[in-house]
């Protein structure tokens, strides 16, 4: 079992920064691939970006050139530093891990930018 809990979510104005954090807990050999997730109101679920266990990372082309994802292996722990955010950042960000083909949510953190 893995458990995530995410942190750093809060109210931002537009232009400004935040960094996300989820750290990872639990019974595991080591996890593959990790990324953040966001679902804004009435809307499915996106992703966001991931990056593997070798550092490969992929983004959304809405966020691309914006946020930054990074991992520290030895922490067990993702990053999504966002920058330059816009209104429509606005969302609940989730964290995702997988390890040996399952996959494990976090609770959410929200994230609000106002213009």
């Known amino acids: 079992q893995v458990q995530l809990v995410e942190s750093g979510g809060g109210l931002v104005q537009a232009g400004g920064s935040l960094r996300l954090s989820c750290a990872a807990s639990?019974?595991?050999?080591?996890?593959?691939?990790l990324g953040w997730y966001r679902q804004a109101p009435g809307k499915q679920r996106e992703l966001v970006a991931t990056?593997?266990?070798?550092?490969?990372?992929n983004y959304a082309s809405s966020v691309k050139g914006r946020f930054t994802i990074s991992r520290d292996n030895a922490k067990n722990t993702v990053y999504l530093q966002m920058n330059s955010l816009k209104s429509e950042d606005t969302a609940v960000y989730y964290c995702?891990?997988?390890?040996?083909?399952?996959?494990?949510w976090g609770q959410g953190t929200q994230v609000t930018v106002s213009s």
């Open positions: 990056i593997t266990s070798g550092g490969s990372t």
């Open positions: 995702n891990a997988e390890v040996l083909l399952r996959y494990y």
């Open positions: 639990g019974s595991f050999f080591g996890i593959n691939a």
